[in-house]
């Protein structure tokens, strides 16, 4: 197990901590919190994993420690930290659920195609696209936990970018 997968690792423990702070806000354990300082808590665990995210990446890379598992471990940690993130907003009514749904569908359909490209010895390279889809949903997750402004028109951005890094998976799969 090298650092990069570590990093990944902490990232998949971290999106059931980020959605039991959104969704059991009336637990026992946290009653008593005002719920802007369980929106700030649950913003610090989404950024903390959010980097996380770039570095494992990053060290991956550069130190040349990529690996099979990583492979798996990263866009792993990838959908469990958006689906803590999204369904946990849209159980305390912060975001829409139809966008939730749109960008849901498209992270598990892409999965989908990525195990039928391994499966026939094919590889499906993250694009551009794809990353800048990452950090929109990101800042779009980010911004609804802080309930700031514009939030909504981020996360409009997010589906948008969502759907076009789809596209362009598809068409690379294709090729």
């Known amino acids: 197990m090298n ?3 570590l990093l ?8 059931p901590l980020l ?3 959104l969704v059991d806000r009336d637990n026992t354990l946290l009653s008593g919190i005002h719920l802007s300082w369980l929106d700030y808590a649950a913003a610090l665990v989404f950024v ?8 494992d990446g990053f060290i991956a890379r550069e130190w040349n420690q990529m690996t099979k598992l990583g492979g798996v471990l990263d866009p792993l940690a990838d959908k469990l930290l958006m689906l803590a993130g999204f369904l946990g907003l849209m159980y305390i009514d912060r975001t829409s659920p139809w966008a939730v749904l749109i960008i ?3 992270e598990f359909f892409i999965t989908g195609v990525r195990v039928v490209a391994a499966g026939e010895e094919k590889s499906v390279n993250s694009t551009f696209a794809g990353k800048t889809k990452t950090v929109a949903q990101m800042f779009a ?3 609804l936990l ?5 939030a909504d028109i981020l996360l409009w951005i997010a589906v948008a970018l969502t759907l076009y890094s ?3 998976y598809i068409k690379g799969y294709l090729k």
């Open 3 to 5: 650092l990069p997968n």
């Open 8 to 15: 990944a690792s902490f990232r998949i423990l971290l999106a």
């Open 19 to 21: 959605f039991w702070l």
């Open 48 to 55: 903390i994993a959010s980097v996380t995210d770039f570095f």
């Open 104 to 106: 849901l569908s498209r």
């Open 141 to 143: 997750i980010g911004f």
């Open 146 to 150: 802080m309930n700031w402004p514009y």
């Open 166 to 168: 789809g596209y362009e």
